[in-house]
């Protein structure tokens, strides 16, 4: 027994030790970013917390939204203070949280809500969500996020540095075998206020390699985790005398061209309108014109076309602010 013992407790100390060596060393470029003041996730955060500006338009969202929404022409447009606040894989869970952390300090008049279905995959990257609860400080929000949004797995991600970094691992080895890598650049200048900056054109060889816009069947969706929070952050607007308007941003023409119809706008359309909530949905709309070349890959905006998309969205959005 005293052995069997012994073997269990070097186990533990050596999973302990593997473990956050492992987390030493791969959370060192975000410490050095973090020192340096080129983290954009702590640096968003920065921005909600210090209260020096007070923002009265808020764009929550995945990535899609983060390079889809340019608060410069926001702000020209309707004459407002607005940020960007979408951050990679953000899940909707992730999303209630983040908005309840930023209505701490801000009072924010309209919420847009971006909508990505990958974004509500039962299948979680937990290496950005736990990134962003790492900066949460109000009311208990960051062990709201991990525990209540994401129970016994999403702790368990955030004692195991190894399983939150797992898909990092998976590609980094993956890179390592086929003999490339990907720097992504941390210049200041390639965005602002959370808005991501890219003027990447995507060439028409790789539009053309290009597959269908996911679907409902496609996608691994918990329909039943999305209406729950969905309907508490639309709550958590009310309660705050704000405005919800829920995006979805547009994919390359040619990707909708050869998708066999889009279950993912009717599911959405639908429960929007059982919650009396404006549901702008960029693939439908007459204007802008998207263009395959208004994207930097496969679903991305870049800058030409996040500019096109934000003019028409301060127009249809106009009435409400």
């Known amino acids: 027994m005293k052995s069997f013992l012994k ?30 003041g080129t983290h954009k996730i702590a640096n968003k955060w920065k921005d909600m917390h210090d209260g020096q500006e007070k923002y009265d338009i808020l764009i929550l ?21 607005s940020y960007n606040m979408g951050t990679p894989s953000q899940d ?10 930023i209505l701490c300090y801000q009072k924010p008049k309209v919420i847009l809500l971006d909508n990505f279905i990958e974004s509500l995959d039962r299948n979680i990257n937990y290496y950005p969500i736990l990134s962003n609860a790492s900066f949460m400080e109000c009311d208990g929000n960051k062990y709201g996020l991990i525990i209540k ?13 190894i399983l939150k970094y797992k898909y990092h691992l998976k590609n980094d ?54 209406e729950y929070y969905c309907s508490k952050i639309y709550q958590l607007a009310e309660e705050n005398n704000a405005k919800l308007i829920a995006l979805r ?25 059982s919650k009396n909530v404006v549901f702008i949905d960029f693939n439908y709309t007459a204007e802008p014109v998207i263009k395959n070349e208004d994207f930097s890959d496969f679903h991305h905006l870049n800058i030409f076309g996040a500019n096109k998309v934000t003019r028409e969205l301060c127009k249809l959005i106009a009435p409400y602010f």
């Open 92 to 101: 909707i869970a992730e999303t209630y949280y983040v908005l309840k952390e």
């Open 61 to 81: 969202g995945s990535s899609r939204s983060f390079t889809g929404y340019n608060p410069k022409i926001i702000d020209s447009v309707l004459g407002g203070n």
């Open 249 to 273: 941003t547009p994919y390359p023409p040619h990707r909708m061209e050869i998708s066999r119809g889009d279950d993912v706008h009717d599911y959405y359309a639908e429960f929007y309108k």
């Open 149 to 161: 949004g994401f129970g016994v797995e999403g702790l368990a991600n955030e004692i195991t540095p």
């Open 173 to 226: 080895l993956t890179n390592l075998f086929k003999g490339k890598g990907k720097s992504v650049s941390e210049d200041e200048n390639s965005w602002y206020k959370g808005f991501e900056i890219n003027s990447t054109i995507i060439t028409p060889k790789e539009v053309m390699s290009l597959g269908p816009i996911p679907n409902l069947t496609t996608t691994n969706v918990d329909k039943t985790k999305f």
């Open 7 to 36: 073997r269990v407790l070097v186990f533990g100390l050596m999973f302990f030790a593997i473990n956050y060596i492992f987390d030493f060393f791969y959370s060192m470029p975000n410490r050095k970013a973090i020192a340096k």
